[in-house]
């Protein structure tokens, strides 16, 4: 296991959490918790009174001494007696930590914390909070299910500034699903589902704080997102496809959206809108749009602030959008991502069959159609633009699209603007445009 070390210290928010909870985070190259790598001081286990009994009497017969033995520890002897005689629901892992230290110290292995954790029996935070029974440790979250969860509290989910998750959607089937996947990693935690207080016809999950400790080890920092910035883990990136798709697909059933177009063919795509209060696009925004790409899907963007919302409390927030627009690439989002939310597959679906295929004329008859217009329109001293071409030759706007980026490969045609965002028109665009150079 590589781990590296790091502070955070982005923003306001950042400085909150750094100096509520701890001095530094690990960053899990490989998706995998271990015990040792969540905070002693906010985690409580528990194992069986058998082996709690065997640890300290262990230790005792190194000390010979509970007063001793104590000291040795640093702990009161009233914790030796506590772990001894099981008498709560946990300890404090700070104590399992430093007598697992001190057997280990004196050649009893078997109580390292990585022996110890496959024995843990439940684990929870401190104070009076619901356990995760016997959790399914180390917690591995570079499986599908595990990138699941993490899209979840990314995208529609979310971590409280005190450590508690909660998952926000239209669909208790999206709810249900997250909560299948988070048992399959970490085990069996309890949940609570109910109605939003304000949108009834939304609905809520949310989990114990012990939940959020395990997120927060994984790197995902607490509070509101807009505020934080939070990134996709490194590790998703180097997972293998099935994990990546499973992290892009919970990314657009909960912000994901489709656009069949217009009659002219023009406006088709998938798209997906983040938020932030600052004016630059998110980085789980440009984290996703990385991971599609991985897939050998092209997205456009991110485009923004496409839009504005400003929150009952007076903060601002500007969103920014990806989109998938190609034919060719909403083919392989189709076939290799889609969606699991049954409205937004068949509207993607009506989306596909919305495509006209375009009759195949012989010779290269078509790709010498649209090199005349744009030779006629930069012959006139009129702008070269995929919709002009397009609306000249009545063909659709994909199709012309690929055409022309051939066009660009042969040198026929380059690229003279890149499409733009236009602010000062709500969001619109300035079209790509192309200069003929044959």
């Not at 929870?124 to 299910?145: A, D, E, Q």
């Not at 009759?359 to 633009?385: A, F, H, Q, Y």
């Not at 063909?395 to 022309?404: C, G, L, R, T």
Request: proline share 4%; hydrophobic share 40%.
């Amino acid at each position: 296991m590589i781990l590296i070390h790091y502070s955070i210290i982005g923003n306001e928010v950042s400085k909150i959490v750094y100096f509520k909870y701890k001095k530094f985070l690990y960053m899990i190259v490989n998706g995998i918790i271990h015990l040792a790598y969540l905070d002693p001081d906010l985690v409580m286990v528990r194992f069986t009174r058998k082996l709690q009994k065997e640890m300290i009497e262990t230790s005792f017969s190194i000390s010979h001494s509970m007063t001793k033995l104590a000291k040795e520890l640093g702990v009161n002897k009233t914790s030796l007696y506590d772990f001894l005689k099981a008498r709560f629901d946990g300890m404090s892992l700070r104590f399992v930590k430093k007598l697992s230290s001190f057997l280990v110290k004196n050649g009893f292995d078997e109580f390292s914390l990585t022996n110890l954790e496959c024995k843990v029996k439940s684990i929870k935070s401190n104070g009076v909070s619901k356990p995760i029974i016997n959790p399914k440790l180390p917690f591995n979250f570079s499986t599908k299910p595990g990138a699941d969860v993490i899209a979840s509290f990314l995208f529609d989910g979310g971590i409280t500034s005190q450590l508690y998750p909660f998952y926000v959607n239209n669909s208790l089937n999206s709810l249900r699903k997250l909560v299948r996947n988070l048992k399959s990693v970490v085990g069996d935690v309890s949940y609570s589902i109910r109605r939003h207080s304000q949108h009834r016809e939304t609905f809520i999950v949310e989990f114990p704080k012990i939940v959020g400790i395990i997120l927060y080890a994984l790197g995902l920092v607490p509070g509101r997102k807009v505020r934080t910035d939070p990134e996709i883990p490194k590790f998703i990136f180097k997972a293998d496809d099935t994990v990546k798709v499973s992290f892009i697909r919970r990314a657009f059933d909960d912000d994901g959206s489709v656009n069949t177009g217009t009659n002219n063919g023009s406006g088709k795509m998938v798209s997906l809108i983040q938020y932030s209060i600052k004016k630059s696009p998110p980085k789980r925004l440009i984290g996703l749009k990385g991971l599609i790409e991985q897939l050998g899907i092209r997205v456009n963007g991110p485009y923004g602030p496409v839009n504005k919302h400003v929150s009952k409390d007076g903060i601002t927030t500007h969103g920014w959008m990806i989109q998938i627009s190609n034919q060719s690439d909403i083919r392989k989002f189709a076939e290799k991502i889609n969606f699991s939310i049954a409205s937004k597959r068949k509207k993607l679906g009506e989306l596909l069959s919305s495509y006209v295929l375009p009759p195949k004329l012989k010779k290269g008859e078509t790709k010498r159609k649209v090199i005349e217009v744009c030779k006629k329109l930069s012959d006139n001293g009129k702008e070269i633009t995929i919709r002009k071409v397009a609306k000249t030759l009545g063909k659709s706007e994909s199709w012309i699209a690929e055409i022309m980026r051939e066009l660009v490969k042969e040198g026929v045609i380059k690229v003279s603007h890149e499409k733009l965002s236009m602010r000062k028109f709500r969001g619109g665009f300035a079209r790509k445009t192309f200069e003929f150079l044959q």
